[in-house]
Protein backbone atom coordinates (compact mmCIF):
# COMPACT_ATOMS: atom_id res chain seq x y z
CA UNK A 1 0.00 0.00 0.00
CA UNK A 2 2.74 2.34 0.91
CA UNK A 3 4.49 2.12 -2.77
CA UNK A 4 0.77 2.41 -4.51
CA UNK A 5 0.04 5.45 -2.18
CA UNK A 6 4.15 6.98 -2.94
CA UNK A 7 3.37 6.23 -6.98
CA UNK A 8 0.36 8.04 -6.81
CA UNK A 9 1.71 10.76 -5.29
CA UNK A 10 4.62 11.49 -7.70
CA UNK A 11 2.26 10.89 -10.96
CA UNK A 12 -0.10 13.74 -9.15
CA UNK A 13 3.25 16.14 -8.65
CA UNK A 14 4.05 15.50 -12.27
CA UNK A 15 0.25 16.27 -13.53
CA UNK A 16 0.95 19.47 -11.36
CA UNK A 17 4.17 20.17 -12.90
CA UNK A 18 3.03 20.02 -16.91
CA UNK A 19 -0.11 21.82 -15.91
CA UNK A 20 2.08 24.63 -14.51
CA UNK A 21 4.14 24.49 -17.75
CA UNK A 22 1.04 24.51 -19.45
CA UNK A 23 -0.20 27.80 -18.03
CA UNK A 24 3.24 29.38 -18.05
CA UNK A 25 3.22 28.25 -22.03
CA UNK A 26 -0.09 30.23 -22.34
CA UNK A 27 0.80 33.22 -20.42
CA UNK A 28 3.94 34.16 -22.28
CA UNK A 29 1.74 33.56 -25.92
CA UNK A 30 -0.81 35.40 -24.71
CA UNK A 31 2.32 38.35 -23.87
CA UNK A 32 3.50 37.73 -27.49
CA UNK A 33 0.14 38.33 -28.80
CA UNK A 34 0.15 42.12 -27.25
CA UNK A 35 3.57 42.92 -28.64
CA UNK A 36 2.74 41.56 -32.19
CA UNK A 37 -0.59 43.53 -31.69
CA UNK A 38 1.34 46.80 -30.37
CA UNK A 39 3.48 46.45 -33.45
CA UNK A 40 0.76 46.42 -36.00
CA UNK A 41 -0.83 49.38 -34.09
CA UNK A 42 2.38 51.58 -34.17
CA UNK A 43 3.30 50.60 -37.88
CA UNK A 44 -0.66 51.92 -38.95
CA UNK A 45 -0.48 54.62 -37.12
CA UNK A 46 3.13 55.67 -38.62
CA UNK A 47 1.83 55.04 -42.16
CA UNK A 48 -1.10 57.11 -41.83
CA UNK A 49 1.27 59.76 -40.29
CA UNK A 50 3.51 59.69 -43.02
CA UNK A 51 0.81 59.98 -45.66
CA UNK A 52 -0.58 63.28 -43.66
CA UNK A 53 2.80 64.97 -43.20
CA UNK A 54 3.10 64.47 -47.72
CA UNK A 55 -0.47 65.02 -48.44
CA UNK A 56 0.53 69.00 -48.43
CA UNK A 57 2.69 68.67 -51.23
CA UNK A 58 -0.21 66.97 -53.38
CA UNK A 59 -2.95 69.21 -52.32
Do not use: C
Not at 9 to 36: A, C, M, P, W, Y
Request: charge should be negative; glycine fraction near 8%; hydrophobic fraction near 40%.
Amino acid sequence: FGNDFTEIRFKVQTHDEKLEDISNDISEKQKGNVQITTTIITGIFGVIMAALGLAHYFF
